[in-house]
């Protein structure tokens, strides 16, 4: 392993302008930590990682490297670009476990996190760094959110979580109410009558998206971000449909495959998958099947009639007349993405969604409602990891000066 980690730091020309920076949503310095890690001072290439991504174990593992650092690489132009995501898990795995220090000094102010997701951990995090009294509100009973809840285990092992919380959230002093759902028995004004100073929404996207079409009901038929949730409680059986071909359609592909499903196809509307090439070719190498230019049009208990498309070469798609065909199979799951559920929103005043239920939040966070902070996908729709802590520091960095500003 570590020779192979050296040979990967070997290949790094430490450009002067270096676009593998430029292509990382939350600008690791990547070539000084690979300088770092050459000079035989691992712990502060470590450290230096931390400092910048909080999530960095986690996003070494589920980023879309392909399309960013790596993908960014000058030497990727000609041939294989430096594997930084290696790099980065190896030096990340090593130094974590190093990271022992306690909380803080308090400085008397608390803060609510709602959501455990990757907006919020990175948001506890930062501001457990200034010495805030923080305390996370999960409506599950472990701590994660999508990280935990929605990416298989052979993707992020659920360790990489346990560890997360136990380094950067037990032994910080941070505060954890699982099976805590604000906008039910608790709602965002009890927050603010408890002396929270600030409170930060970060509940992602959990409603699934529907097709509605007949059929949607029928028992053979689940969503997707349901199914990654706990697949270990459903029975598909030999044969699956996925309606969808973004990555959620290959997590859930290759998942299905694991728990024991021999047949599995996933269907596309457009010629192009909307899934990473990685995820994608993965996916293919396990035995999962394509069809492209599919439209379903109903859901019966024997399977999915689709209806043919032609796609255009500007990709605008036309029904073709009499084409419609069931497909068999035993069960059926839709993976067209998902929407914020609305608890907090409706039982809070002065917080504003938009026509899609995001909440409304500016460039730095900042709701509609004083106090009240937000980013991940409850503001943004479903995206990266490494995107939503991205945002999430320029959010926690806004609640901090906040804060300061009310003393």
Same mark, same amino acid.
């Given at each position: 392993?570590?020779?192979?980690?050296?040979?990967?730091?070997?290949?790094?020309?430490?450009?002067?302008?270096?676009?593998?920076?430029?292509?990382?949503?939350?600008?690791?310095?990547?070539?000084?930590?690979?300088?770092?890690?050459?000079?035989?001072?691992?712990?502060?290439?470590?450290?230096?990682?931390?400092?910048?991504?909080?999530?960095?174990?986690?996003?070494?593992?589920?980023?879309?490297?392909?399309?960013?650092?790596?993908?960014?690489?000058?030497?990727?132009?000609?041939?294989?670009?430096?594997?930084?995501?290696?790099?980065?898990?190896?030096?990340?795995?090593?130094?974590?476990?190093?990271?022992?220090?306690?909380?803080?000094?308090?400085? =008397?102010?608390? #803060?609510?996190?709602? *959501?455990? !997701?990757? /907006?919020?951990?990175?948001? $506890?995090?930062?501001?457990? %760094?200034? @010495?805030?009294?923080?305390?996370?509100?999960?409506?599950?009973?472990?701590?994660?959110?999508?990280?935990?809840?929605?990416?298989?285990?052979?993707?992020?092992?659920?360790?990489?979580?346990?560890?997360?919380?136990?380094?950067?959230?037990?032994?910080?002093?941070?505060?954890?109410?699982?099976?805590?759902?604000?906008?039910?028995?608790?709602?965002?004004?009890?927050?603010?009558?408890?002396?929270?100073?600030?409170?930060?929404?970060?509940?992602?996207?959990?409603?699934?998206?529907?097709?509605?079409?007949?059929?949607?009901?029928?028992?053979?038929?689940?969503?997707?971000?349901?199914?990654?949730?706990?697949?270990?409680?459903?029975?598909? =059986?030999?044969? #699956?449909?996925?309606? *969808?071909? !973004?990555? /959620?359609?290959?997590?859930? $592909?290759?998942?299905?495959? %694991?728990? @024991?499903?021999?047949?599995?196809?996933?269907?596309?509307?457009?010629?192009?998958?909307?899934?990473?090439?990685?995820?994608?070719?993965?996916?293919?190498?396990?035995?999962?099947?394509?069809?492209?230019?599919?439209?379903?049009?109903?859901?019966?208990?024997?399977?999915?009639?689709?209806?043919?498309?032609?796609?255009?070469?500007?990709?605008?798609?036309?029904?073709?007349?009499?084409?419609?065909?069931?497909?068999?199979?035993?069960?059926?799951?839709?993976?067209?993405?998902?929407?914020?559920?609305?608890?907090?929103?409706?039982?809070?005043?002065?917080?504003?969604?938009?026509?899609?239920?995001?909440?409304?939040?500016?460039?730095?966070?900042?709701?509609?409602?004083?106090?009240?902070?937000?980013?991940?996908?409850?503001?943004?729709? $479903?995206?990266?990891?490494?995107?939503?802590?991205?945002?999430?520091?320029?959010?926690?960095?806004?609640?901090?000066?906040?804060?300061?500003?009310?003393?």
């Amino acid at each position: 392993m570590a020779l192979h980690i050296m040979d990967e730091a070997d290949k790094c020309l430490n450009c002067k302008k270096p676009q593998c920076v430029k292509g990382c949503p939350i600008s690791t310095p990547i070539p000084r930590v690979i300088e770092l890690l050459k000079d035989n001072r691992l712990d502060e290439a470590g450290r230096l990682l931390f400092e910048n991504n909080p999530l960095t174990t986690v996003c070494s593992l589920i980023c879309n490297h392909e399309n960013q650092c790596e993908g960014s690489c000058i030497l990727g132009r000609k041939g294989n670009p430096v594997h930084f995501s290696t790099i980065e898990n190896y030096v990340s795995s090593t130094y974590a476990p190093k990271m022992t220090a306690g909380p803080a000094p308090s400085n =008397g102010t608390k #803060v609510a996190i709602v *959501g455990s !997701g990757p /907006a919020g951990l990175t948001i $506890a995090i930062i501001l457990a %760094r200034y @010495g805030y009294q923080v305390t996370i509100f999960e409506d599950r009973d472990k701590i994660g959110g999508i990280l935990r809840y929605g990416i298989p285990e052979f993707r992020l092992p659920k360790s990489v979580i346990d560890d997360l919380q136990y380094r950067h959230l037990e032994l910080k002093g941070i505060k954890i109410r699982p099976n805590t759902k604000i906008g039910a028995t608790i709602g965002i004004d009890d927050l603010f009558r408890d002396d929270y100073k600030a409170i930060f929404i970060g509940t992602g996207v959990w409603k699934p998206n529907a097709l509605h079409i007949k059929g949607e009901t029928n028992g053979n038929v689940h969503f997707a971000i349901n199914y990654l949730s706990n697949p270990d409680s459903y029975k598909l =059986g030999d044969t #699956v449909i996925v309606i *969808g071909a !973004g990555n /959620a359609a290959m997590d859930v $592909a290759r998942t299905a495959l %694991r728990k @024991g499903t021999r047949n599995i196809t996933c269907f596309s509307m457009r010629k192009r998958i909307r899934a990473s090439r990685y995820e994608f070719s993965y996916a293919k190498l396990e035995g999962v099947r394509f069809e492209y230019n599919k439209k379903p049009v109903e859901i019966t208990d024997e399977g999915v009639i689709f209806r043919n498309l032609n796609e255009d070469e500007n990709g605008v798609t036309t029904e073709i007349e009499n084409s419609d065909k069931l497909y068999k199979a035993d069960s059926v799951i839709i993976a067209i993405s998902q929407g914020p559920q609305n608890a907090i929103v409706s039982t809070t005043q002065g917080l504003e969604a938009n026509e899609k239920g995001l909440l409304v939040a500016d460039e730095k966070g900042r709701t509609s409602r004083a106090g009240v902070f937000a980013s991940g996908d409850v503001v943004n729709g $479903a995206r990266t990891v490494v995107e939503a802590v991205a945002h999430s520091k320029i959010v926690a960095e806004t609640m901090h000066e906040y804060m300061q500003n009310l003393n």
